[in-house]
Protein backbone atom coordinates (compact mmCIF):
# COMPACT_ATOMS: atom_id res chain seq x y z
CA UNK A 1 0.00 0.00 0.00
CA UNK A 2 1.33 3.74 -0.99
CA UNK A 3 2.52 5.30 2.09
CA UNK A 4 0.06 8.59 2.91
CA UNK A 5 2.91 11.28 2.68
CA UNK A 6 1.01 14.64 3.85
CA UNK A 7 -1.17 15.21 6.48
CA UNK A 8 -4.27 17.91 6.56
CA UNK A 9 -1.77 20.01 9.01
CA UNK A 10 0.85 20.24 6.34
CA UNK A 11 0.92 23.81 4.28
CA UNK A 12 -0.13 23.81 0.73
CA UNK A 13 1.26 26.31 -1.93
CA UNK A 14 -0.53 29.19 -2.01
CA UNK A 15 -0.92 28.70 -5.90
CA UNK A 16 -2.58 32.22 -7.65
CA UNK A 17 -2.84 31.05 -11.62
CA UNK A 18 -1.65 29.12 -14.43
CA UNK A 19 1.36 31.28 -15.33
CA UNK A 20 2.49 29.50 -18.43
CA UNK A 21 2.10 26.80 -20.27
CA UNK A 22 5.47 25.06 -21.57
CA UNK A 23 6.03 23.65 -24.99
CA UNK A 24 9.21 21.92 -25.99
CA UNK A 25 9.57 22.72 -30.19
CA UNK A 26 12.54 21.99 -32.49
CA UNK A 27 12.10 25.10 -34.95
CA UNK A 28 10.73 28.06 -32.74
CA UNK A 29 10.51 30.52 -35.01
CA UNK A 30 8.04 27.78 -36.81
CA UNK A 31 6.14 27.45 -33.71
CA UNK A 32 5.78 31.22 -33.18
CA UNK A 33 4.80 31.47 -36.89
CA UNK A 34 1.75 28.33 -35.67
CA UNK A 35 0.63 30.02 -32.69
CA UNK A 36 0.54 33.61 -34.27
CA UNK A 37 -1.18 32.87 -37.12
CA UNK A 38 -3.67 30.07 -36.60
CA UNK A 39 -4.30 31.11 -32.89
CA UNK A 40 -3.89 35.00 -33.11
CA UNK A 41 -1.30 35.16 -29.80
CA UNK A 42 1.44 37.86 -29.99
CA UNK A 43 4.72 37.26 -29.01
CA UNK A 44 5.85 39.40 -26.50
CA UNK A 45 9.10 38.07 -25.18
CA UNK A 46 12.10 36.36 -25.93
CA UNK A 47 15.43 35.48 -24.59
CA UNK A 48 18.40 32.96 -23.82
CA UNK A 49 18.07 30.77 -20.47
CA UNK A 50 21.86 30.49 -20.31
CA UNK A 51 21.45 28.11 -17.45
CA UNK A 52 18.71 26.32 -18.73
CA UNK A 53 19.95 25.57 -21.79
CA UNK A 54 17.15 26.94 -23.84
CA UNK A 55 15.93 29.84 -26.44
CA UNK A 56 12.26 30.71 -25.16
CA UNK A 57 9.45 32.50 -26.58
CA UNK A 58 6.72 33.80 -24.26
CA UNK A 59 3.64 34.87 -25.84
CA UNK A 60 -0.18 36.23 -24.89
CA UNK A 61 -3.41 36.39 -26.06
CA UNK A 62 -4.47 39.30 -28.16
CA UNK A 63 -6.78 39.39 -25.23
CA UNK A 64 -4.42 40.34 -22.65
CA UNK A 65 -2.82 43.00 -25.37
CA UNK A 66 -5.87 44.66 -25.35
CA UNK A 67 -6.22 45.08 -22.07
CA UNK A 68 -3.74 47.44 -20.26
CA UNK A 69 -3.75 46.01 -16.63
CA UNK A 70 -5.13 42.85 -16.72
CA UNK A 71 -5.73 41.59 -13.12
CA UNK A 72 -4.24 38.75 -12.43
CA UNK A 73 -2.35 38.58 -15.54
CA UNK A 74 -3.37 35.70 -18.12
CA UNK A 75 -1.76 32.25 -18.68
CA UNK A 76 0.91 32.87 -21.25
CA UNK A 77 2.85 30.48 -23.79
CA UNK A 78 6.34 29.45 -23.34
CA UNK A 79 7.41 28.03 -26.94
CA UNK A 80 11.01 26.36 -25.72
CA UNK A 81 14.13 24.97 -28.26
CA UNK A 82 16.94 23.95 -26.98
CA UNK A 83 20.25 25.56 -27.01
CA UNK A 84 22.95 22.45 -26.13
CA UNK A 85 22.05 18.65 -26.23
CA UNK A 86 22.44 18.42 -22.42
CA UNK A 87 19.33 20.85 -21.90
CA UNK A 88 15.85 19.43 -20.10
CA UNK A 89 14.20 20.15 -23.74
CA UNK A 90 16.84 18.54 -25.74
CA UNK A 91 16.52 15.20 -23.37
CA UNK A 92 12.69 15.90 -23.55
CA UNK A 93 12.48 15.95 -27.36
CA UNK A 94 15.22 13.01 -27.85
CA UNK A 95 12.23 10.94 -25.44
CA UNK A 96 9.11 12.21 -26.38
CA UNK A 97 9.14 14.68 -29.41
CA UNK A 98 7.52 18.04 -29.58
CA UNK A 99 4.56 18.91 -26.97
CA UNK A 100 3.53 20.10 -23.64
CA UNK A 101 6.28 20.05 -21.30
CA UNK A 102 5.48 21.68 -18.20
CA UNK A 103 3.00 23.88 -16.30
CA UNK A 104 3.74 27.00 -14.35
CA UNK A 105 1.75 28.14 -11.65
CA UNK A 106 2.24 31.52 -10.17
CA UNK A 107 3.41 31.70 -6.27
CA UNK A 108 4.10 34.82 -4.50
CA UNK A 109 6.99 32.75 -3.04
CA UNK A 110 8.72 29.97 -4.71
CA UNK A 111 10.91 29.38 -1.55
CA UNK A 112 7.66 29.29 0.85
CA UNK A 113 6.05 26.98 -1.65
CA UNK A 114 8.94 24.35 -1.92
CA UNK A 115 9.32 24.21 1.74
CA UNK A 116 5.22 23.72 1.80
CA UNK A 117 6.06 20.53 -1.11
CA UNK A 118 9.39 19.15 0.89
CA UNK A 119 7.05 19.11 3.94
CA UNK A 120 4.67 16.99 2.00
CA UNK A 121 7.31 14.66 1.01
CA UNK A 122 7.21 16.22 -2.80
CA UNK A 123 10.59 16.37 -4.68
CA UNK A 124 11.90 20.15 -5.76
CA UNK A 125 14.91 20.15 -8.35
CA UNK A 126 16.60 22.62 -7.31
CA UNK A 127 17.25 23.38 -3.50
CA UNK A 128 17.08 27.28 -4.20
CA UNK A 129 14.76 28.80 -6.71
CA UNK A 130 17.10 29.36 -10.02
CA UNK A 131 16.78 32.16 -12.61
CA UNK A 132 13.75 31.98 -14.77
CA UNK A 133 11.70 34.09 -17.28
CA UNK A 134 11.83 37.98 -17.32
CA UNK A 135 14.12 37.61 -13.90
CA UNK A 136 11.33 35.65 -12.41
CA UNK A 137 12.53 32.74 -9.77
CA UNK A 138 11.85 29.46 -10.72
CA UNK A 139 11.90 25.60 -9.09
CA UNK A 140 10.23 22.56 -10.37
CA UNK A 141 8.05 19.23 -8.55
CA UNK A 142 9.48 15.94 -10.03
CA UNK A 143 7.17 15.14 -12.96
CA UNK A 144 7.30 11.42 -10.38
CA UNK A 145 5.92 13.26 -7.46
CA UNK A 146 2.94 14.74 -9.47
CA UNK A 147 1.46 11.95 -11.49
CA UNK A 148 2.95 12.70 -14.51
CA UNK A 149 3.06 16.43 -15.31
CA UNK A 150 6.61 18.57 -15.06
CA UNK A 151 5.27 21.53 -12.27
CA UNK A 152 6.80 24.75 -12.66
CA UNK A 153 6.71 27.15 -9.51
CA UNK A 154 7.39 30.22 -11.14
CA UNK A 155 7.69 33.85 -8.65
CA UNK A 156 7.63 36.65 -11.13
CA UNK A 157 9.79 40.12 -10.64
CA UNK A 158 7.11 42.01 -9.94
CA UNK A 159 4.23 40.11 -8.56
CA UNK A 160 1.50 42.89 -10.66
CA UNK A 161 2.45 43.19 -14.13
C1 LIG B 1 10.85 13.69 -17.95
N1 LIG B 1 9.79 12.99 -17.55
C2 LIG B 1 8.71 13.76 -17.67
C3 LIG B 1 9.17 15.00 -18.18
N2 LIG B 1 10.51 14.92 -18.33
N3 LIG B 1 7.42 13.55 -17.40
C4 LIG B 1 6.55 14.55 -17.63
N4 LIG B 1 6.92 15.76 -18.12
C5 LIG B 1 8.20 16.01 -18.40
N5 LIG B 1 8.56 17.19 -18.88
C6 LIG B 1 9.77 11.61 -17.07
C7 LIG B 1 10.52 10.67 -17.98
O1 LIG B 1 9.68 10.25 -19.02
C8 LIG B 1 10.90 9.56 -17.06
O2 LIG B 1 9.80 8.69 -16.90
C9 LIG B 1 11.13 10.26 -15.72
O3 LIG B 1 10.47 11.54 -15.84
C10 LIG B 1 12.58 10.50 -15.39
O4 LIG B 1 13.18 11.03 -16.51
P1 LIG B 1 14.73 11.25 -16.63
O5 LIG B 1 15.32 10.17 -17.42
O6 LIG B 1 15.32 11.56 -15.28
O7 LIG B 1 14.66 12.52 -17.57
P2 LIG B 1 15.52 13.78 -17.56
O8 LIG B 1 16.97 13.45 -17.36
O9 LIG B 1 15.14 14.49 -18.80
O10 LIG B 1 15.03 14.62 -16.30
C11 LIG B 1 13.69 14.98 -16.14
C12 LIG B 1 13.66 16.26 -15.27
C13 LIG B 1 14.39 17.35 -16.09
C14 LIG B 1 12.21 16.62 -15.03
C15 LIG B 1 14.36 15.96 -13.95
O11 LIG B 1 13.68 17.59 -17.29
C16 LIG B 1 14.58 18.63 -15.35
O12 LIG B 1 15.53 18.80 -14.56
N6 LIG B 1 13.67 19.63 -15.57
C17 LIG B 1 13.75 20.94 -14.92
C18 LIG B 1 14.33 21.96 -15.83
C19 LIG B 1 13.53 22.16 -17.09
O13 LIG B 1 12.63 21.38 -17.38
N7 LIG B 1 13.92 23.20 -17.87
C20 LIG B 1 13.25 23.51 -19.13
C21 LIG B 1 12.19 24.53 -18.92
P3 LIG B 1 9.94 7.11 -17.01
O14 LIG B 1 10.42 6.87 -18.40
O15 LIG B 1 10.97 6.77 -15.95
O16 LIG B 1 8.57 6.62 -16.68
S1 LIG B 1 12.90 26.09 -18.49
C22 LIG B 1 11.62 27.15 -18.08
O17 LIG B 1 10.42 26.67 -18.06
C23 LIG B 1 11.93 28.46 -17.80
C24 LIG B 1 13.29 29.00 -17.92
C25 LIG B 1 10.88 29.41 -17.35
O18 LIG B 1 9.70 29.12 -17.37
O19 LIG B 1 11.25 30.53 -16.94
CO1 LIG C 1 8.51 27.55 -17.90
Redesign the pocket.
Known sequence: MEQELSTAASPTVDAMAVD?T?IAVHDLDAAVAFYTSAMGLVEVHREV?TE?Q?T?AMLATAAEQRDPAPAPPPARL?L?TPTSPE???A??LQ??GPGL??I?YRVNDVEAAATALRQRGNRL?YATGRP??SD?V?N?I???DTG???I?L?QPARIAR
Open positions: HGNQVEQLSAIRFRSHHALGTSIFHPKGTLEV
